[in-house]
């Protein structure tokens, strides 16, 4: 039930600290440390490469996904959209494990690559929101996502628990495996759920700038490199879906090669700054498109913030940055969605699971 909120991407939003906090919990161990089932441990550490397969937003969480298994427990990732998966399938590894990210668990053209990949006979994990749902029941593990019913068809708190559990999977397979992180990862997970809960907090900034940025637009792009590249890809499908503005996602650097000729006087650009390493490179191409006559909106973190930044956001572990940033760009398309009175639970042609291929 929505009960008070007038929506239930509002509600779902602001319940994304509360389902960082039952993700600690359900993945600790009597000992207190981060944890999970000794069976799929062990398929993840059998591994020589792992297949993410995805649509959507779930798709854009599997991205960040490989980083985490890449930069964390050095297992190679390739991910895949799953919808292509099943005609133009790569070259396989000698053992594969797949890993299905899908919300409802009911998603039809991921569905399709299971069925294929256990005729095949590999090893399946299903990462899911529904205990009992289809895909859950037909790969060899399910590892859930605890973040309740997701109503909205705007995928959002969902999308924050599939990052949060795919940390938590990667951290336990590093340690198993003796990779020496120099993190605790419950802690920068807490952390993380404090920082959401700052941005929730103050959502009035988020509406002035939707309505600043966003009331007129006929298109956005929202910007970022490396893992930050990752979340405006999600930044603009968000936008997309509930705001009908037209949205891309871009690596900074790859806009001069060709997409910068769409920018005109006044056309909205998101930048994110959360990674110290590709800041400057970031803050470039903010200035490219700002000469151009972009109006960029920087949304940096503590301690890579630069003043006149248009938001600065609580400070995490590096690798987590995508929990918190992508939080500003989920308030920001709903209130741009709100300006333009579209149907925010329900936007138009969509449906929440997508059960025909
Ligand atoms: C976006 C959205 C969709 C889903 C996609 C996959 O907000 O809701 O892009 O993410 O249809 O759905 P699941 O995760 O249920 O397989």
């Known amino acids: 039930e929505k009960g008070t909120y007038p929506h239930y991407?509002?509600?779902?939003?602001?319940?994304?600290p509360t389902v960082i906090r039952k993700i600690i919990q359900a993945y600790e161990s009597e000992a207190g440390d981060l944890t999970i089932d000794a069976a799929i441990l062990h398929a993840l550490q059998d591994a020589d490469r792992l297949y993410i397969i995805a649509a959507g937003?779930?798709?854009?969480?599997?991205?960040i996904g490989k980083q985490y298994f890449e930069k964390m427990a050095g297992i190679p990732v390739e991910v895949h959209i799953s919808s292509e998966f099943g005609y133009n399938m790569p070259l396989l590894s000698e053992k594969p494990l797949f890993i299905f990210i899908t919300q409802s668990g009911e998603t039809a053209d991921s569905r399709q690559v299971l069925?294929?990949?256990?005729?095949?006979g590999y090893p399946t994990l299903t990462i899911t929101n529904v205990p009992g749902s289809t895909l859950s029941r037909e790969a060899d593990h399910t590892l859930l996502l605890h973040a309740g019913p997701e109503i909205a068809v705007a995928s959002t708190k969902a999308y924050v628990a599939q990052v949060a559990v795919l940390a938590v999977a990667a951290y336990v397979t590093a340690k198993a495996n003796g990779q020496g992180l120099e993190f605790d990862l419950k802690q920068e997970l807490a952390i993380a759920a404090n920082g959401i809960q700052t941005i929730i907090d103050s959502k009035d900034v988020l509406e002035d700038i939707a309505e600043d940025y966003l009331k007129i637009a006929r298109n956005a792009f929202f910007i970022g490199r490396n893992i930050d590249f990752c979340v405006s890809l999600e930044g603009a499908l968000k936008l997309k879906e509930i705001s009908y503005i037209?949205?891309?996602g871009f690596a900074g650097g790859e806009l001069k090669h060709g997409t910068i000729a769409l920018i005109e006087e006044g056309t909205p650009v998101f930048a994110l700054v959360t990674q110290e390493a590709v800041s400057l490179n970031i803050r470039g191409n903010v200035k490219e498109v700002a000469a151009r006559g972009a109006y960029p909106c920087i949304i940096a973190m503590a301690g890579v913030d630069e003043d006149g930044d248009r938001l600065v956001i609580?400070?995490?572990?590096?690798?987590l940055t995508p929990l918190v940033s992508v939080v500003?760009?989920?308030?920001?398309?709903?209130?741009?969605?709100?300006?333009?009175?579209?149907?925010?639970?329900?936007?138009?042609?969509?449906?929440k699971s997508v059960t025909v291929e």
């Open 9 to 16: 991407m509002l509600k779902e939003m602001d319940e994304q």
């Open 57 to 63: 937003t779930s798709y854009h969480a599997g991205l």
């Open 115 to 120: 069925v294929k990949i256990k005729e095949l």
């Open 246 to 248: 037209q949205a891309e």
């Open 314 to 319: 609580p400070p995490v572990n590096e690798l």
């Open 328 to 351: 500003p760009l989920q308030l920001i398309s709903y209130y741009a969605a709100l300006h333009r009175r579209c149907d925010v639970d329900k936007p138009r042609n969509l449906a």
